[in-house]
């Protein structure tokens, strides 16, 4: 598997980094991926964070008890989230809404995993990537809830697990 420079980034600061989280995670998407380059899986969300807590840069994600990467998050160390560009959407709608159970996404997709970070995986058409060690995992219930309107996203009380990483690893595309 490629190694980050091999496949077209560079190392960056996060602070470096210069997106709009709101319309990148919110409505761009990104995929979250977590697994070795012997076994990994990647889901889309549209669910999560960018920021600064503990003194360090994070991110963080939320992953349902019914997702397969959910298994791949509690088992790994390290997981990444990727961002990609407009013509890429198609590749995370299939992402979003099938399985790694049932199928290879990389292969259904077309999207090529490398190795950003020596234990995780990403992908080569991202425009950004961010390598990160999970730091903190918290499973929201409903006592949590401070309105009912976040609560309705829940009709059978499947619950997301919030995972939050300390960035290791940042990487933006060649050319951006």
Known sequence: MRQAVEAGFR????GEIRIDPFERIGSGWMLVTAGPPESWNTMTASWGGLGHLWNRDVCFV????QRHTRGFMDRNELFTVSFFGGEHRPALEFCGSHSGRDCDKAAETGLTPFEPLRGCVAFEQSLIVLAARKLYIHDMAAEGFLEEAPLSLYPSS?????YIGGIEEALIRDGI
């Open 62 to 65: 939320f992953v349902r008890p």
């Open 11 to 14: 190392r960056a600061v996060p």
């Open 158 to 162: 499947d619950f997301h697990r919030m």
